[in-house]
C-alpha cells in the first residue's frame, strides 16, 4: 500500500525536531504507532516514539549521546530512550519478533536495520497503531489500513502472531474503552482462540492494561463488552456473574446487573467531575461503580415490596465490599487502593438512609464521611450519581433528589471532601488535671462520639463539653 499524506501537520516539541533533522542525515526516521493514531483521532500526542531505518544501532547511539543522557540498557532489544529537557523519547530500530516461550516477554527480538517498514509494522498488534508517518516527507506509511480502521472505529489485529501475546486481548479492551471502538469479527475469533493463555501474564502487566481502562476511558462499558464477546470475562469472576441477573423492571428498564453496570461505567465518564480528578482517584472511583453491585448475584431474589413481588438485593452493597476487595487484589491494585474502593460501594446506598419526607441529619452526615475514610463523601456522590444514570431511560426524580440533598448538607459542614477530627485531645485532658491511663482512650472516645453528634463544634465546646463530664 502506498503512502498518504496526514490531513494536518502534527506538532513537534522542537528540541525533538532538531534530533529528528540530525537523524535523518544517517538513517531514516519514521514516527510509529500511538502518536501518529492520536494526530489522525485529532488528538494531542503525549508520547513519541521513533523508528530509525537504514542506520546502525552503534551511529544511531552515538547521534542520539550529543543531544542528552542515553540508556543504554534496550540497546539488545533495539531500543535507546533518550532524554532531552526532562522528557523521554524512545528510539528504535526495526526488528523482528519470534515467539520463543509462553508469556508477554516470551520472545527472541532480532535487530534488523535493513527491515522495510511494512515487515517491521506487522508486529504490531493492532492496525491502528502500525502506521507511521515521515516528518520529512509528510507520508503517512499504513500498510495494513489502520486508518481506515480508525476511520470506522475498528480495532482489527495486524496479524494472525496477535496470538502469540495473550496481553494484546486486554489491551483491546483498554483501547475500546479509550477510543470508543468496537473489536473486529475475526479479532473476537482470535481472541476466544487465546482464553486459556490468560495464566501466562504477570499480574503486573494485567493490572497496566486494568489501570488504563479505569483512567482513561471515554466508553468504559465496550471495554466491558470486548471481555464478552472474547469470553475472556471468565477470568474476571465478580464481573461474569453479573450477566444475567435480573433487576425489577419498574427500577432498571435497561436490563440486567451487567447491562446497568455499563452504563453506569459510561455514565461517570461522561461527568465532568470525574474528568477532573487526579488520577490515582480517578482510577479509584471508576472501580468503585464497576464493583458497585458485585453483591446482587448473591442477593437477588424475589420478594414482596410495595404491595408486590418484585425482584430486590438486599444486602448487596455490603456483599459487595468483599468481592470488590478480592477482584482489586487479583488485578494486582495497589493497597492503597483497595480499602478506598470497598468504601464506596459498601456506601452506595447512604442516601436512601433518612426518611423519604426529611434530609440527612447533621450527625448522620459527620458519621457518614468518619466511614467513608480513607474516600470522602465527594466521591460517593459521584459514584451516587453514576448509579442513578445508569438506568435509561427511567431517571428517578426522588432519587436525584436525595443525593442533592446529601451534597448539601456535606457542603454546609464543609465536609465534602474531608472526615471530621477529634476537637478534644489528649492534651486537653492534661490541661484539666486527668492522669494519663486507661480512661483517656475511653474518654477521648466518648468526646469524639459526642463532636458527632453534635455536642459541640469547636475546642471552646469540646472543654465545656469535659467539665460537664466531669461535675
Known amino acids: 500500500m502506498s503512502p498518504s499524506p496526514l490531513p494536518s501537520a502534527p506538532t513537534i516539541p ?35 516514539d521513533v523508528e530509525v531505518y537504514d542506520v546502525s544501532a552503534e551511529a544511531l547511539a552515538a547521534l542520539l549521546a550529543q543531544f542528552g543522557s542515553t540508556d543504554p ?46 515487515e517491521a509494522l506487522a508486529r504490531r498488534d493492532f492496525t491502528i497503531n502500525a502506521m507511521a508517518f ?65 495464566h501466562e501474564l504477570p499480574v503486573e502487566r494485567v493490572w497496566g492494561e486494568w489501570e488504563k481502562w479505569a483512567g482513561r476511558s471515554v466508553r468504559p462499558a ?32 435497561e436490563g440486567d446487573v451487567f447491562v446497568h453496570t ?41 420478594a414482596e415490596k410495595r404491595g408486590r413481588e418484585r425482584w430486590v438485593s438486599p444486602g448487596h452493597e455490603m456483599a459487595g465490599g468483599p468481592l470488590a476487595e478480592s477482584f482489586l487484589i487479583r488485578l494486582g491494585a495497589p493497597k492503597a487502593a483497595i480499602p478506598f474502593v470497598r468504601t464506596l460501594v459498601e456506601h452506595h446506598f447512604a442516601h436512601l438512609a433518612w426518611e423519604a419526607s426529611g434530609r440527612p441529619s447533621e450527625a448522620y452526615v459527620r458519621r457518614l464521611a468518619r466511614r467513608l475514610a480513607p474516600a470522602t463523601i465527594e466521591q460517593l456522590l459521584l459514584v451516587l450519581r453514576a448509579d442513578h444514570l445508569g438506568r435509561p431511560p427511567k431517571l428517578c426524580p426522588a432519587t436525584a433528589g436525595r443525593i442533592e440533598q446529601l451534597a448539601t448538607a456535606a457542603r454546609r459542614l464543609a465536609l465534602e471532601t474531608v472526615a471530621p477530627r477529634p476537637i478534644l485531645l489528649g492534651r486537653h485532658l492534661l490541661a484539666a488535671g486527668l492522669v494519663p491511663g486507661p480512661q483517656f482512650r475511653a474518654l477521648l472516645d466518648a468526646a469524639f462520639e459526642a463532636q458527632l453528634d453534635g455536642a459541640f463544634t469547636d475546642e471552646a465546646g469540646a472543654v465545656a463539653w469535659l467539665e460537664a463530664r466531669r461535675t
Open 14 to 48: 522542537p528540541r525533538l525536531l532538531v534530533v529528528l533533522d540530525a537523524v535523518r542525515r544517517i538513517g531514516r526516521p519514521l514516527l510509529v504507532g500511538g502518536c501518529v493514531r492520536d494526530w489522525l483521532l485529532g488528538r494531542e500526542a503525549k508520547d513519541f
Open 73 to 118: 540498557v534496550g540497546r539488545s532489544f533495539g531500543v535507546i530512550k533518550l532524554r532531552v529537557d526532562g522528557v523521554d523519547y524512545d528510539f528504535s530500530l526495526p526488528r523482528r519478533e519470534i515467539k520463543t516461550a509462553e508469556g508477554h516477554r516470551g520472545f527472541a527480538i532480532g535487530v534488523d536495520p535493513a527491515l522495510s517498514p511494512t
Open 134 to 198: 515521515d516528518l520529512f516527507s509528510g507520508e503517512l506509511v499504513d500498510p495494513h489500513g489502520g486508518a481506515s480502521d480508525l476511520a470506522a472505529r475498528i480495532l482489527r489485529h495486524t496479524s494472525a502472531a496477535f496470538v502469540e501475546d495473550p496481553l494484546r486481548v486486554l489491551r483491546a479492551m483498554q483501547f475500546a474503552a479509550r477510543f470508543d471502538f468496537a473489536l473486529a469479527p475475526e479479532t473476537v475469533a482470535l481472541s476466544r482462540s487465546i482464553v486459556a493463555t490468560f
Open 222 to 253: 465496550a471495554g466491558l463488552q470486548v471481555l464478552a464477546d472474547t469470553g475472556w470475562i471468565v477470568h474476571f469472576p465478580e464481573l461474569a456473574a453479573l450477566a444475567g441477573v435480573p433487576q425489577e423492571p419498574e427500577w432498571h428498564p
Open 262 to 302: 455499563g452504563h453506569c461505567v459510561d455514565a461517570l465518564a461522561r461527568l465532568p467531575e470525574w474528568q477532573a480528578l487526579p488520577d490515582p482517584v480517578r482510577r479509584d472511583v471508576m472501580f468503585a461503580v464497576l464493583a458497585h453491585d458485585f453483591g446482587k448475584p448473591a442477593t437477588t431474589t424475589r
